[in-house]
């Protein structure tokens, strides 16, 4: 019953001029998706984004950028490889490619050492380690165009929870889930008023859902299985801001035993509650300009902590 | 300059009447140590014990039970294959594998699952992880006749400390240093009065001491690697009583920013401090008798993490 939830990112920029990415077309971005051991199960679109639901995660389309999530043993690294090489590394304003601590990093098909030298055979990558191995920590490989420069509103905001517990939480597990029933769950009205939504329910439990709003989005993947549960929420909605009250619905909903917040030029706000654990942050800025901001909590002091056996 | 301090390990305790494992002779102890991929490196002796020093950890024998430790990238798992199949199952009493999470486990020449499935192939073996995999967490294999029972005053008891800190932790990184020094540094003769100790420098840094005293043994390991550094203090002196002190002592002089203890038959304590935090503990009581406790620390709330650049 073990499915890595844990995602690796890619979120490109390309340079001003080039052809909108969105004429590429969805043959091209079938293609990328399949490099990556994953497929499109369905695509929404509005004026300004092409958001495409995938086997395993997601990808965004806009004209000047795109942004792809992908879970599970995904070879995300291949994707991001042959965008490169199919654009041109000139074309590039702004690439990022990021790998969360997995569950068993063993089952993965590669390690983030050998996904750092293939990306640093074809772009001049900066990569940095947010926090410490042997806990919660997040790489983050990034090369920037000396032009670039992210516009104002350029924000980035995950929500990545751990080990979630209570009603919701064993609803989620329940195979006799419908999406409906899911959506009220996670109240997704609410959460993401006027946003249109685009959500899959895989078999045997676990959900994902893309939504769009004129430039905006936001995705929700749920991996429900006991002992390794995940729920990750990115969005470029700041979190820091005017979605704090997110995060605490978030967290009130699915009562996460941890959580990982990370914000480009956003600080995504846990509440201050007396049984809230802040365990640790740290940031560092990006020479384009980007504040990226990395915390980890846990819901409180002295947890009783599982015993599984094997 | 990583090296996995992280430690794997095996208790085994032989039936009655079965001849002293003293007796095997130090060239069968050699060829064990070999299997593992490890060397010895040096030996003490006493009425009761004969405690080698390896090129990765340490090696005690007394006539009824031995107890092996290894780190970096040997094979313990292979060595206890060997061992049982040498005695044959039958003469096994109480077997134990033990193996901690480890900073990079794609580093490892097996996986835990692998061990597993090879350890269960020649005894019945209990399989157990305490904590969460996402986390500190520890997984526990054994095996017990149904005869066994362990004796009253069997205890053992573990503090690893991870990422230490302050002018301790910058001495022991250095390469001038004696043994002398890190002997006085650690404050050996007060925290192990009256036993002999055997001690071993590294190149160019890294420290490993074996120390006995009728039939007690303790052994300390330090790995003092900055972003990967890990000390180990392993004893069967219970540091839940009579040893308590020893903990507090170890926590001030090497200040590491997180800790776990795990405990047989013994509850190691970390002092109360307002700044010592514990984040979580579990327990389990194994068949034959043992009440197996771990929990883990940190020194304090929203800990400043570190940004490694790579």
């Known amino acids: 019953m073990f499915f890595e939830g844990s995602e690796k990112k890619i979120e490109i920029v390309i340079r001003p001029g080039v052809p909108s990415l969105r004429t590429l077309g969805q043959d091209y971005w079938k293609a990328l998706v399949h490099t990556a051991r994953a ?10 984004c092409d958001a495409y639901l995938l086997s395993e995660s997601s990808l965004f389309v806009w004209d000047n950028r795109c942004l792809m999530l992908t879970c599970g043993t995904t070879t995300l690294v291949d994707a991001a490889l042959k965008f490169i090489g199919d654009q041109g590394p000139s074309q590039i304003d702004f690439f990022s490619y990021q790998r969360k601590n997995e569950y068993r990093p ?49 924000h980035t905001s995950e929500l990545l ?24 769950l996670l109240d997704l009205e609410k959460l993401l008023p006027g946003f249109e939504l685009d959500d899959f329910l895989f078999d045997p439990c676990g959900y994902s859902v893309n939504a769009i709003k004129g430039h905006q989005y936001a995705t929700i993947h749920i991996t429900p299985q006991q002992s390794s549960s995940y729920v990750s929420f990115e969005t470029n909605i700041d979190l820091g801001l005017e979605g ?35 365990i640790g942050e740290c940031q560092v800025r990006l020479e384009c300009g980007y504040e990226v901001i990395f915390s980890h909590h846990q819901d409180r002091q002295s947890q009783q902590l599982p015993v599984c056996w094997l």
Chains 1, 2 share one sequence.
């Open 39 to 48: 497929e499109i199960l369905s695509v929404i679109h509005n004026e300004q």
């Open 106 to 154: 063993n089952l993965q098909l590669s390690t983030v050492t050998e996904d750092l030298e293939r990306l640093r055979a074809l772009l001049p990558m900066k990569a940095c380690q947010f926090g410490y191995l042997d806990s919660h920590h997040h790489f983050l490989f990034s090369m920037a165009h000396p032009d670039y420069q992210p516009e104002i509103d350029d």
């Open 161 to 184: 929870m751990y080990h979630i517990s209570g009603p919701a939480a064993d609803a989620l597990c329940c195979s006799c889930q419908e999406l409906s029933q899911i959506r009220q």
């Open 244 to 278: 704090a009250w997110i995060v605490e619905a978030l967290l009130k909903r699915l009562q996460p035993r941890s959580w990982d917040t990370i914000g480009f030029n956003s600080s995504p706000q846990t509440p201050k509650r007396p049984y809230y654990l802040s």
